[in-house]
């Protein structure tokens, strides 16, 4: 379930995932949600390109680190890739 900044309190939320489309933004949030786990998005600014990188919006979403198991087991069964590298 969708939970503002406030439920995550004082603990380190950890990233798992960067959707770069609304679409995909929408979808995930639709099978965490119906999975029952508790998240937070958020839009933040990421690099992207090869060649020519320029500065992109997109969809952060975070978990509490003892969410992490179950969260990789259900992105991993719809086809998503936990993120996995520096914040950048």
């Known amino acids: 379930m ?3 900044a406030d439920f995550f309190g004082e603990d380190r939320a950890e990233l798992v995932y960067i ?3 609304l679409r995909d933004a929408q979808r995930l949030e639709s099978i ?3 999975a029952g786990v508790d998240y937070g998005v958020e839009a933040d ?3 992207g390109g ?3 990188q320029t500065e992109r919006i997109g969809a952060f979403f975070y978990v509490l680190p003892e ?3 179950a969260t ?3 992105m991993r069964e719809n086809g998503y890739r936990v993120y ?3 914040r950048g």
């Open 19 to 21: 959707a770069k489309r």
């Open 2 to 4: 969708k939970r503002d």
């Open 67 to 69: 969410a992490m198991e």
């Open 72 to 74: 990789r087991r259900v």
């Open 45 to 47: 600014r990421y690099r």
């Open 32 to 34: 965490l949600t119906a």
């Open 50 to 52: 090869v060649v020519f």
């Open 84 to 86: 996995q590298g520096e």
